[in-house]
């Protein structure tokens, strides 16, 4: 299991006696083949609060779909003010990311991608914005399934449909040709 902490904030409550200081980790886990999980927690001391988010991110685990090594198409997560572009890139790109983005494509496992971070920067919006984006990719197996239709129609390899002529697409009727009207001259 891949584990990296994005980022640890100290929070000060003033209190009669001076201030108590908290702290809150965000952390991810992901198993390096497309699982991959986001958690805060949440703590008076710093190695509790990554203990926290660990175990959060644990619990919260989801499958990320792949194509190879890298996302299957362009998506872009938003979350609050912050949006993150994700966009597959060819093999030997490498992980083209920053900070939490970074962080969570390679506890994924993904290899090749180019990303773009958009709008805020604040890390907790980023990290949930990444979120955002993988959760809205789908596998082809998923698309054929919604459509009712099978893998090898949608790429247009079953030839059991009848395919689009270019009498179906033409108009059954011809349009009237449109008159012109000759222009005079004045001289």
Same mark, same amino acid.
């Given at each position: 299991?891949?584990?990296?902490?994005?980022?640890?904030?100290?929070?000060?409550?003033?209190?009669?006696?001076?201030?108590?200081?908290?702290?809150?980790?965000?952390?991810?886990?992901?198993?390096?083949?497309?699982?991959?999980?986001?958690?805060?927690?949440?703590?008076?001391?710093?190695?509790?609060?990554?203990?926290?988010?660990?175990?959060?991110?644990?619990?919260? !685990?989801?499958?990320?779909?792949?194509?190879?090594?890298?996302?299957?198409?362009?998506?872009?997560?938003?979350?609050?003010?912050?949006?993150?572009?994700?966009?597959?890139?060819?093999?030997?790109?490498?992980?083209?990311?920053?900070?939490?983005?970074?962080?969570?494509?390679?506890?994924?496992?993904?290899?090749?991608?180019?990303?773009? !971070?958009?709008?805020?920067?604040?890390?907790?919006?980023?990290?949930?914005?990444?979120?955002?984006?993988?959760?809205?990719?789908?596998?082809?197996? !998923?698309?054929?399934?919604?459509?009712?239709?099978?893998?090898?129609?949608?790429?247009?390899?079953?030839?059991?449909?009848?395919?689009?002529?270019?009498?179906?697409?033409?108009?059954?009727?011809?349009?009237?040709?449109?008159? !012109?009207?000759?222009?005079?001259?004045?001289?």
């Amino acid at each position: 299991m891949h584990e990296n902490v994005i980022n640890i904030n100290r929070v000060a409550k003033v209190v009669k006696g001076g201030r108590r200081f908290s702290f809150s980790a965000i952390v991810t886990v992901g198993d390096g083949k497309g699982k991959v999980g986001v958690s805060m927690g949440k703590a008076n001391e710093i190695a509790d609060a990554i203990r926290k988010g660990s175990e959060g991110a644990r619990a919260a !685990q989801m499958t990320v779909p792949m194509l190879g090594d890298t996302i299957p198409y362009k998506v872009i997560g938003r979350f609050g003010a912050s949006r993150v572009l994700l966009k597959p890139a060819s093999p030997g790109t490498g992980v083209i990311a920053a900070g939490g983005v970074r962080a969570i494509l390679e506890a994924a496992g993904v290899k090749n991608i180019l990303t773009k !971070q958009l709008g805020s920067r604040n890390p907790n919006n980023v990290v949930k914005a990444t979120m955002d984006g993988l959760k809205q990719l789908r596998t082809v197996e !998923q698309f054929a399934a919604k459509r009712g239709i099978t893998v090898a129609q949608v790429f247009g390899l079953d030839k059991t449909t009848a395919p689009v002529t270019e009498e179906a697409v033409a108009p059954a009727t011809p349009e009237a040709p449109v008159e !012109q009207k000759e222009t005079q001259d004045n001289e």
